[in-house]
């Protein structure tokens, strides 16, 4: 038997499997189908196809499915299905066809507000689909490493609907303290606030409206993540758009969507403030961890502003469905064939040590990495920064990244020796991992360890040069 672990997320359900584990694309040639839904002539379009067309037929369109995931009549009939669970067991139909081939059990992690009634529903779908499932756990106790820096845990997920915040406590073990939400703030209200936003621009601008024509609003939903991938790497960018025979361009700012945004921040705060407040008002810091579609948001950094002694990470895409492939052995042990458990818990190694150890002492000065080699080239590492990123690299100051270079900042990490130690210093939005270990400001590295950037990313690996008489300048 092989087993899937799935990430349930309406905002992109992914699914991870195979050997070695690794996403699976399960929506064209895409890892990520979102929770969209639209009735057709012959059939019930999902995921991807659907959300093309979301824009097109405005009142046909379905998107809150996975969010109110229940069997009460639709307001709105279509021939295809009668409430939310039949619409979503299309769209998870849709899924298995693409993944069957890689396994025949799952373990499912699920948002913090699914209730059992929830987990019953779901049971119901794949049961009629002839998947057997282990078991649930909680997206934020699936996707959290077992390494991470001391202060009062917050995962932060966005949906379609709604953005959520998880309290977790750490003793022996993970555990899920408190999850709350606000509906009616997720990403289909960002997008909204963000396209109305540019359409404004424009017309300000030109007097172009994109907003006057379906087929144009339609693109402009479409090209959004590629604008907010763009201003999470730039301050502003230029977006080009055709009406008629005529071409029309604006600015837009990071600023621009980050004042759009406020009012969404300002409820994600309030929710933080809550947590804090109730559970370790006392605190030294605050963890935030930032699933992937959180962090994809332009000026992230920025919206959580405010926050004190906060140190904000970002998780690597699928880490949920990821993370809840380590379940199994523990649900097989405990599974009488006939249940699937819910665990809010995760026994963690005996030993923790975290992410960062600014006080560890160094290895021993023969066992220091001297080099990072990035391409079959080995850059010697020395007092003065060696920039990691995006940017230029001038009179071989730093390392310019080529390739999988999705979520790489243009200056992304920093490595350096001090007092007798290779410190690496993360500067991204998207965060830096050793070892697939994320980094949380300062950590200290050692010979033979690896640095990610970016998702799938970039690997650079640390090496010791025989001779290493100038490495120090």
């Not at 939903?221 to 361009?249: C, F, W």
Request: aromatic share 6%.
């Amino acid at each position: 038997m092989s087993v899937l672990g799935v990430e349930l997320s309406d905002a992109g359900i992914m699914v991870a499997g195979a050997d070695p584990p690794g996403l699976l694309k399960i929506d064209g040639d895409s890892v990520e189908s979102p929770g969209f839904a639209l009735p057709e002539k012959k059939r019930l379009a999902v995921g991807a196809a659907a959300q093309r067309k979301a824009h097109l037929y405005p009142r046909q369109i379905l998107n809150q499915f996975w969010d109110q995931l229940n069997t009460e009549p639709l307001e709105q009939t279509n021939p295809f299905a009668h409430n939310h669970a039949e619409i979503a067991y299309e769209h998870f139909a849709s899924i298995w066809q693409r993944i069957r081939q890689h396994g025949d059990e799952m373990v499912v992690a699920v948002p913090g507000f699914y209730t059992r009634a929830h987990l019953g529903i779901i049971l119901g779908i794949t049961n009629e689909l002839g998947i057997r499932v282990k078991g649930f756990t909680p997206i934020a106790i699936a996707a959290v490493p077992d390494q991470l820096p001391q202060g009062l845990w917050l995962h932060l997920d966005l949906h379609l609907q709604r953005f959520e915040v998880t309290h977790l406590q750490r003793t022996d073990q993970l555990s899920r303290e408190e999850s709350v939400s606000a509906e009616g703030s997720g990403l289909s209200t960002l997008y909204r606030r963000w396209v109305d936003a540019i359409a404004e621009e424009f017309v300000r601008h030109t007097r172009f409206d994109p907003l006057h024509r379906a087929a144009t609003e339609q693109e402009l939903y479409d090209r959004l993540p590629g604008i907010l991938a763009q201003l999470n790497q730039h301050a502003s960018v230029q977006l080009e758009m055709t009406g008629g025979s005529k071409v029309y361009h604006v600015t837009l700012t990071r600023e621009l969507f980050g004042n759009t945004a406020k009012p969404v921040a300002q409820e994600i705060r309030r929710l933080i403030a809550g947590l804090c407040n109730r559970h370790d008002p006392g605190a030294s810091g605050r963890v935030l961890l930032l699933t992937n579609r959180f962090a994809r948001l332009p000026g992230v950094k920025h919206m959580m502003g405010g926050i004190e002694n906060c140190t904000m990470m970002t998780l690597p895409a699928g880490s949920g469905a990821l993370g809840a492939l380590r379940f199994y052995d523990t649900l097989s042990q405990q599974n009488d064939n006939r249940s699937a458990p819910f665990l809010t818990t995760r026994r963690l190694p005996l030993k923790q040590t975290p992410a960062v150890e600014a006080k560890r002492q160094p290895p021993p000065a023969q066992q220091r990495p001297t080099h990072i080699l990035y391409r079959n080239l080995a850059y010697p590492i020395g007092k003065t920064p060696l920039i990691i990123g995006l940017a230029g690299v001038k009179d071989a100051s730093g390392i310019q990244i080529k390739g999988q270079v999705a979520g790489v900042s243009r200056k992304h990490c920093s490595v350096q020796l001090h007092d007798n130690q290779i410190i690496i210093k993360d500067h991204s939005t998207y965060g830096t991992y050793v070892n697939e270990n994320p980094v949380a400001g300062n950590a200290v590295l050692e010979l033979g360890q690896v640095i990610r950037v970016g998702t799938p990313g970039e690997k650079l690996k640390l090496i010791a040069c025989l001779d290493t008489a100038n490495h120090e300048t």
